[in-house]
């Protein structure tokens, strides 16, 4: 009898303990697949430069010539560089537009005024250079400036094909401006 109720004891925790529970493996799986099939795809864009930027220069030429240049970034548009796309994630690197503004005076009055951007190279040519170009940078190209021509140089970069195009626009005392291609580099 006592060998009996062993047999019973024994087979009533086995009939217990087999309750139809999942293993911590086969859980584990299931939770994995659930949270994978809930998660959203993620964007992550990151931006060169990180944040706004700002460059002014000032130049006095022959101490009755004063050359004025703004090169700032624009906060609200910028170049697609790359994409790298994962099963949930999207990571974009974007490079910001940057533009300038050109001011050049003598003591009495302004000559020249103007605003530098890619888009206006891009209105009158059609080089596929221009479709992802920003203006890099202008500045005043001291060696060949006088004090009745101004040089200035402009770079332009197209990020997305590492590719470079330098300009250089002249400027007489009466205003009047001339731009040149100078090289390229693909």
């Keep these: 009898m006592k060998n009996i109720l062993l047999v019973l004891i024994i087979v009533s925790i086995g009939f217990v303990s087999c309750d139809g529970r999942k293993s911590k493996s086969v859980s584990l799986k299931e939770s994995i697949k659930e949270f994978k099939e809930r998660q959203s795809e993620v964007e992550i864009i990151n931006y060169y430069p990180d944040e706004y930027v700002e460059v002014v220069t000032d130049t006095i030429i022959s101490n009755n010539v004063k050359v004025h240049i703004k090169n700032y970034s ?10 790298n796309e994962h099963s949930t994630s999207k990571n974009q690197k974007q490079h910001r537009v940057f533009e300038s503004d050109i001011v050049v005076s003598t003591p009495t009055k302004e000559i020249f005024n103007a605003h530098i951007s890619a888009e206006q190279f891009k209105s009158i040519n059609t080089d596929a250079f221009w479709s992802n170009a920003t203006l890099q940078h202008v500045w005043v190209n001291q060696e060949l400036s006088t004090s009745n021509d101004i040089k200035l140089d402009m ?31 693909t």
């Design 74 to 83: 624009l906060s609200n548009e910028s170049v697609l560089m790359s994409v």
């Design 155 to 185: 770079s332009f970069i197209n990020p997305k094909e590492n590719t470079y195009k330098l300009y250089r626009m002249s400027i007489d005392e009466n205003g009047q401006q001339q731009i040149d291609f100078v090289e390229e580099r």
